[in-house]
T-cell receptor, first 112, second 113 residues
Framework: DTEVTQTPKHLVMGMTNKKSLKCEQH?????MYWYKQKAKKPPELMFV???????INESVPSRFSPECPNSSLLNLHLHALQPEDSALYLC???????????FGQGTRLTVV | DAKTTQPNSMESNEEEPVHLPCNHS???????IHWYRQLPSQGPEYVIH???SNVNNRMASLAIAEDRKSSTLILHRATLRDAAVYYC??????????????FGKGTKLSVIP
């Protein structure tokens, strides 16, 4: 199984809502990532977890809250988002630096 | 972060070879060179990676300059399905840097039938 599964595929939320994005992998990878991608732009790294601990936070606003409950799961909790947070949110996982990373198909988020 | 520089866009005719360049003049001795591509409406997918020697796999070849300050991704026969944005990325070899996977602007490859 070389898949990274993200749910939901699409999400529309209001600015006062709380929602969560989920990501799952069963490849035994110990690093998991969240990216944000706006249209026609490259993916922008948000967070990296390694061995279930947050190792990189790219100065992301606190309305985005990551969580890694176990080595297979990664969540991104969303609260009080702004319309400019509308984007494709990608999850990825990888092993060591000399191995490939696998990406999910993303969650298309629209904030209204 | 060690940075990479790629042309914004390139064009290729179908069934011809494509050479996609990447400059990484500030690469450190232990950084790996990774290539990913992103097809329209999909998540990025791994293409190939290497450290010092040239590498081949079923998708592509990676040619790495002797001084490692540049590399070239080679698609041997471009197909319409290869139309995508191609990203050249450096990954560190220790600590948090070994997990960092930061995308640059990439090269948008168009394939002409």
């Amino acid at each position: 199984d070389t898949e990274v599964t993200q749910t939901p595929k699409h999400l529309v939320m209001g600015m006062t809502n709380k929602k969560s994005l989920k990501c799952e992998q069963h490849m035994g990878h110990r690093a998991m990532y969240w990216y944000k991608q706006k249209a026609k732009k490259p993916p922008e790294l948000m967070f990296v977890y390694s061995y279930e601990k947050l190792s990189i936070n790219e100065s992301v606003p606190s309305r985005f809250s990551p969580e890694c409950p176990n080595s297979s799961l990664l969540n991104l909790h969303l609260h009080a988002l702004q319309p400019e947070d509308s984007a494709l949110y990608l999850c990825a996982s990888s092993g060591r630096m000399n191995t490939e990373a696998f990406f999910g198909q993303g969650t298309r988020l629209t904030v209204v | 972060d060690a940075k990479t520089t790629q042309p914004n866009s390139m064009e290729s005719n179908e069934e011809e070879p494509v050479h996609l360049p990447c400059n990484h003049s500030t690469i450190s001795g232990t950084d790996y060179i990774h290539w990913y591509r992103q097809l329209p409406s999909q998540g990025p997918e791994y293409v190939i990676h290497g450290l010092t020697s040239n590498v081949n796999n079923r998708m592509a070849s990676l040619a790495i300059a002797e001084d490692r300050k540049s590399s070239t991704l080679i698609l041997h026969r471009a197909t319409l399905r290869d139309a995508a944005v191609y990203y050249c990325i450096l990954r560190g070899s220790s600590g948090a840097g070994s997990y960092q996977l930061t995308f640059g602007k990439g090269t948008k490859l168009s394939v002409i039938p």
